[in-house]
């Protein structure tokens, strides 16, 4: 299948379902790889489903339902991963598309993991911290069906965090009657969380921007950095970048953002968000939204925020020469194809944003073990992996001139496709 042929194909139409859109980008690397139709049913269906509807009892007394979900993609390389989010407009769609992008994520970097994701309808702002508790508790209790150190281990997502991780390891081993250290990784670090966990995500994006600025001539030293989503991955993506020079011209969060096309302080972001709750309102710099933060003049772009950012509808008027995927599923086919007619470089999210799997990894095989490492080892093993990856991947899209999220599908759907083939199909 040629470049060519892959987006005359990306052209019609390109779907935005999230799990459409998943599918989409699976069929452009199994058709480069030849896959049997046999073959490519397997890897395009999600192997489980579980749809959770449960009460949980408010401040006031009322009990209200919510809604959740967790979903396992594929097993075939070892026991399912991926995290778990909050989100008013979370989809079993949405998710289906998370757990799928988490097997090609773990196989990316070659990691052990097959793909899942988790999700609850909820707005989490709204509820008190007893009702989140409670909230939490309940769903885990109600996905132990699945979840296990061996079989489905969650992680942190959108709006969860460590205190989520710790609300659902205490559920899980209180279910058990011992401490399951090994059942969620992204914990604190004083009941078995690894340390660097909690940058792991945007050290992975910062290692593999180094790389791709080395191989693309650019410097980053000095380098204008617009970042979409201020949350854990977006902000310290910021602070990151700006340690190695680079000047932090916009931010934004889920509010609206602002710009400076001098340079923001990111410890002054960081200090205004924590009392405001929103970056909306900086006095350092003009405000902007999501939007238009996605247009502005600038060299690198890093969306960190929610699924469909980047479209055929604004595709065309971004500036930046280096696109770095700190959230999954930001960019559509659509807006592939005028990237890459543009020669506009994207780290797709399977590559860039894996730096935060890849230390939930190292956070469990420590915990089974219960043998921990420092900071600085964590770090170091990071890096190792995580320029491994991109350059298995850039040697794939150099070779086959393609772009390097087809690369990345290329190495991961293949090495998925290979670990189905010989295991089999049981019985």
């Given amino acids: 299948m040629t470049t060519e042929m892959q987006y005359a194909t990306m052209q019609s139409q390109p779907p935005q379902n999230p799990f459409e859109v998943a599918k989409h980008q699976f069929t452009i690397a199994a058709d480069y790889l030849g896959l049997d139709p046999g073959l490519r049913k397997v890897l395009s269906t999600c192997k489980r489903e579980l749809i959770v509807n449960f009460p949980v009892q408010m401040d006031d007394g009322s009990v209200e339902v919510f809604t959740g979900f ?30 799928m992008w988490m097997t090609w994520k773990c196989a990316t970097v070659n990691i052990p993991y097959g793909g899942a994701k988790g999700g609850v309808i909820v707005d989490p702002r709204k509820l008190s911290m007893y009702e989140l508790e409670n909230l939490t508790r309940r769903y885990a209790t109600e996905i132990s069906l699945l979840i296990g150190p061996e ?17 659902i390891m205490d559920t899980y081993s209180m279910h058990k009657g011992y401490s399951v250290t090994a059942v969620v990784t992204g914990k604190p670090v004083n009941i078995g969380g690894a340390a660097g966990r909690n940058e792991a995500t945007a050290r992975g994006v910062q290692y593999v921007i180094r790389e791709a600025c080395r191989e693309r001539g650019l410097t980053l030293s000095g380098s204008r950095v617009a970042v979409q989503g201020f949350g854990n991955a977006g902000s310290i993506a910021a602070r990151l970048l ?19 096309p001098k340079g923001l302080d990111v410890r002054s972001l960081l200090a205004f968000k924590q009392e405001h709750g929103t970056l909306v309102g900086f006095p350092a710099g003009d405000h902007v939204t999501n939007q238009e933060l996605l247009e502005l003049d600038c060299d690198i772009l890093i969306p960190a925020a929610l699924e469909n950012q980047l479209n055929g509808d604004n595709a065309r008027r971004v500036k930046a020469k280096l696109i770095a995927e ?10 592939d194809r005028i990237f890459f007619d543009r020669g506009i470089f994207v780290l797709p999210d399977i590559l860039a944003n894996a730096g935060g799997v890849t230390v939930s990894y190292f956070e469990w095989v420590q915990d089974l073990q219960s043998f921990f490492w420092s900071e600085e080892e964590t770090n170091k093993r990071l890096l190792q992996i995580m320029t491994n990856a991109f350059a298995e991947v850039y040697q794939i899209a150099q070779q086959r001139k393609v772009d390097m999220r087809t690369a990345a599908y290329i190495l991961a759907v293949g090495r998925v496709a290979e670990a189905s083939k010989t295991r089999g199909i049981y019985p």
């Fill in 70 to 99: 967790r979903v396992q993609h594929n097993l075939a390389r070892g026991p399912a991963k991926g995290g778990i989010r909050y989100h008013p407009q979370v989809t079993i769609d949405e998710i289906r598309a998370l757990s």
């Fill in 151 to 167: 079989t489905d281990i969650p992680a942190p997502d959108v709006n969860t965090n460590a205190q989520t991780m710790a609300w």
């Fill in 242 to 260: 700006a340690e190695d020079g680079a000047v932090i011209v916009a931010a934004s969060d889920s509010q609206g953002g602002v710009y400076n």
């Fill in 326 to 335: 700190a959230a999954n599923g930001p960019t559509n086919p659509d807006a």
